[in-house]
């Protein structure tokens, strides 16, 4: 009934504890399907050492990095839902079962997320992130912009729906393939998520996500920038180039402020070119969009004007 895909590359010291995060899950309808994508320490041997009949393993001829791995469990995939998971993270043990109790109640409901704890490499808890939007529509609205406020390691979704409409994760993307995703399914299904834990996430020097961030940072950026242009084009909007590098700043992976309140007031007549363009397309997100508009600006005004503050505290402070 479900299928876990796992990209495997180089995780020795964690992969065991993912694995068998799976095969502790309460739902026990499950193939485990791992893609070890030529692992230059003992990850492969971790893996074989795991013996389980649930466990199918795939081993690819030459490195090729985690969206071609995930693309192979995909098509490699036998249940009618796949969940994901990341070889250094762990899943709650009623993870599949939750998820898979959500989508059988909720057919219209294509691609669900669902709720993290961070931790570090010693397993120890960091913190837990906020509880991720659930409307679709307000999804499909945030992917105009940035990415969806759940981690693709709690992801799943309907195999139908991704063989219906030939989605895949992207490569190229430079540890961006599930935001591409995420865009490309707002387009053409529905996205939520439940409030429950389902994902034990871990951060460490080694992460992907880090290890992309330090070494291809520029190119990870210009990528995240052609993905927002790319969903704004795809749902009809049309801005002036002025207009998308100012969002391309604003609304960058780390987020940015405005300079002053000129360009506040820019930030304002784009966000009323959008809802104008989104009233003429009789978009079905229109309230989210507004809301998710007001939103922007007004944590905007409250960062400027905090950082207005601390400046004149700093400087009352050197007087």
């Known amino acids: 009934m479900v299928s876990v895909v796992m990209p495997a590359y180089n995780a020795e010291k964690y992969i065991k504890k993912a694995i068998d995060s799976i095969l502790a899950q309460t739902y026990q309808d499950f193939e485990l399907l791992i893609i070890e994508d030529c692992s230059t320490d003992s990850t492969l041997e971790v893996i074989e050492s795991c013996q389980d009949s649930r466990i199918r393993l795939f081993k690819n001829e030459v490195n090729r990095g985690i969206a071609y791995s995930t693309n192979v469990g995909l098509r490699e995939s036998r249940g009618e839902y796949i969940a994901l998971l990341d070889d250094d993270d762990m899943a709650v043990r009623e993870r599949l079962e939750i998820q898979k109790t959500y989508l059988d109640a909720h057919p219209e409901i294509d691609v669900l ?21 659930k409307n679709p529509r307000y999804i499909e609205a945030l992917l105009l912009f940035k990415r969806v406020d759940f981690r693709n390691g709690t992801t799943m979704f309907r195999k139908s729906f991704i063989e219906k409409h030939s989605l895949s994760y992207r490569e ?5 393939q599930d935001y591409q995703f995420f865009v490309e399914s707002s387009k053409i299904g ?4 439940v409030g429950n834990i389902l994902l034990l996430s871990r951060v460490h020097g080694e992460n992907k996500t880090a290890v992309e961030k330090a070494q291809r940072g520029a190119e990870r950026a210009e990528k995240y920038f052609a993905l927002q242009k790319e969903s704004l084009k795809a749902s009809g909007y049309q801005l002036q180039d002025t207009s998308m590098q100012l969002i391309g700043k604003l609304f960058s992976e780390e987020g940015a402020l405005c300079i002053d309140y000129e360009e506040y007031r820019k930030l304002v007549k784009i966000l009323e070119e959008l809802m104008e363009q989104a009233r003429a397309m009789n978009a079905d997100y229109l309230r989210e969009l507004e809301h998710l508009c007001k939103t922007i600006l007004a944590d905007q005004a409250v960062r400027m004007r905090n950082f207005e503050i601390g400046m004149f505290l700093g400087n009352e402070a050197e007087v």
């Open 113 to 133: 997320g669902g709720r993290s704890v961070i931790i570090d490499e010693n397993d120890t808890y960091l913190w837990i992130e906020n509880e991720p939007r």
């Open 190 to 193: 529905n996205i939520s998520s």
């Open 172 to 176: 190229a993307c430079f540890g961006m």
